[in-house]
């Protein structure tokens, strides 16, 4: 009795093999592309941002300081926010150019119902 159990057991999981894999290959292949290389196409275009900053761009860091860059080493940005007020910070806590920055806000703000 328990030999009919057995060949029963056995010809239900003779089946699997490489087709259980397909889909978790397939929700893997989906999350590469619509999540993981477009954030490290995001991740390089930033890269590359911080390597061509230069005197007198307009930036704004990731603590919401707008300033103008008036100093620049490898790692420290010296930024003026004000009138002979200036602040060094680490070049990479700077987000973006002040002008894609408000651009991007006053998109943002456009389509939310003006009165």
Not at 87 to 99: E, F, N, P
């Amino acid at each position: 009795m328990t030999s009919i159990a057995y060949a029963a057991n056995g010809a239900a999981s003779g089946g699997g093999g490489i087709a259980s894999f397909i889909p978790l290959i397939l929700i893997f292949v989906i999350f590469y592309f619509l999540l993981i290389r477009p954030q490290q196409k995001k991740t390089k275009d930033h890269q590359v941002y911080l390597s061509n900053l230069k005197k007198g761009d307009g930036v704004v860091t990731t603590g919401g300081l707008h300033g103008e860059i008036t100093g620049i080493t490898d790692t420290v940005v010296t930024l003026e926010i004000a009138d002979n007020i200036r602040v060094k910070i680490s070049r990479q806590h700077i987000l973006g150019s002040k002008a894609s920055i408000t651009a991007g806000n006053e998109k943002e703000a456009g389509g939310k119902g003006k009165t």
